[in-house]
């Protein structure tokens, strides 16, 4: 058989698709892994911790034209990767890695298999540029891996085939079964992830109600890891250093991160990932974002537009709410790559 190549360039990426690769090593599939250099110290960092050493890597550094990057990758890919060797391309998510991934599939007449297939907004505007990638990702992909029934029906609105799409649940959850979920005391503290580029023009109001809402509760402890987008550092830096309840830190490793997640008691988020894994333990999570493509109305979450005068408001009123429920199995129950990879051979069969 020939080998799979999976294509992926940032964490959040290798969070959805290291599990799957774990299910092909334990089937003794054969496959392969390109690191597009999308986040650099963030992947690699992913790697190491897994032991893992991608096959092959491109070589990006710091850009900030879409166009440009894309560009490179795909040159890169040219003059390194031999297609004819592969049988299939498996690319995760919405990232520019993703759609790379898809379209080098797509110029060689190589399967594409996506991973987390069928979200959507319909606003190409938010999230930008990960809508419109997912849509172009979907008219090349060959099989579509959803991870709930709200995502296989968009795709099925869409006129893509009944039979290439399958709900199989989040492949995420079957990382933190992999790696074992700590044992945590819950504490009183709000964990805090902010990244979008959307929400680079609200940034300072959003900041400006994190610094109150801190001091107003000086009884908890906010715990902000900040992702390394400078725009982002510099306005924490300026708004948020030097609270005292307010604890800024560099990006977390996924093991720490989620610990800290199952111990806080409310999480003020504008990551897709983050709101996922809030889902799945039933966790209070305030959405900071204008629309999501994630299901946002579960008992224990609260969409809020960063521009709303009452988000200090909703803060308070997520953070009083009792919440009974302690597990969700709306992105399945951690065994989506095993659905996958069982699906995978039927299909190859
Ligand atoms: N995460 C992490 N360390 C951190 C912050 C987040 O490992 O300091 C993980 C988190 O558990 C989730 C993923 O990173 O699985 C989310 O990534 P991100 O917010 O960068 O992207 P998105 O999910 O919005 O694409």
């Not at 709930?148 to 959850?173: C, K, M, W, Y």
């Not at 992999?178 to 992830?193: A, D, E, G, H």
């Not at 023009?201 to 400078?230: G, M, Q, T, V």
């Amino acid at each position: 058989m020939k080998p799979f190549l999976f294509i992926l360039g940032t964490r959040p990426e290798a969070i959805k698709l290291l599990p799957l690769v774990w299910e092909f090593q334990k089937r003794d599939l054969p496959f392969e892994i390109l690191h597009t250099d999308q986040h650099t110290e963030l992947l690699d960092t992913m790697f190491a911790h897994h032991a893992i050493v991608p096959n092959y890597r491109l070589s990006i550094g710091k850009q900030s034209d879409l166009a440009q990057t894309k560009i490179e990758m795909l040159s890169q890919m040219r003059d390194i990767l031999t297609p004819q060797k592969f049988s299939s391309v498996i690319v995760q998510g919405d990232t520019l890695s993703t759609l790379v991934g898809a379209e080098y599939g797509f110029f060689h007449a190589i399967p594409v298999i996506h991973i987390e297939a069928g979200m959507r907004t319909y606003c190409n505007e938010d999230p930008y540029p990960e809508e419109a990638f997912r849509r172009m990702i979907s008219t090349v992909a060959t099989l579509h891996f959803c991870p709930s029934e709200d995502e296989a029906r968009n795709l099925r609105r869409e006129g893509i085939p009944h039979t290439q799409i399958f709900t199989v649940g989040n492949t995420f959850a079957d990382y933190w079964n992999t790696i074992s979920k700590p044992n945590v005391t819950p504490k009183k503290q709000i964990l805090i992830t902010l990244h979008r580029r959307e929400n680079l023009s609200y940034i300072d109001r959003i900041f400006d109600a994190l610094a109150e809402l801190s001091k107003e509760l000086n009884e908890y402890h906010f715990l902000f890891p900040l992702h390394p987008n400078p725009a982002i550092v510099s306005c924490a830096e300026a708004h948020l250093r030097g609270v005292s309840n307010f604890c800024l830190t560099a990006p977390m490793k996924p093991d720490e991160f989620y610990r800290e997640l199952l111990r806080s008691e409310m999480i003020v988020t504008d990551s897709g990932g983050v709101q996922e894994e809030c889902i799945f333990h039933a966790k209070k999570i305030l959405i900071l974002r204008k629309v999501s493509e994630r299901r946002s109305n579960f008992p224990f979450s609260i969409l809020v537009d960063p521009e709303d005068p009452f988000l200090k408001n909703k803060f308070y009123t997520l953070l009083k709410q009792p919440n009974k429920e302690s597990h969700s199995d709306y992105y399945g129950r951690g065994d989506s790559a095993k659905k996958i990879a069982d699906i995978l051979l039927k299909q190859k069969a």
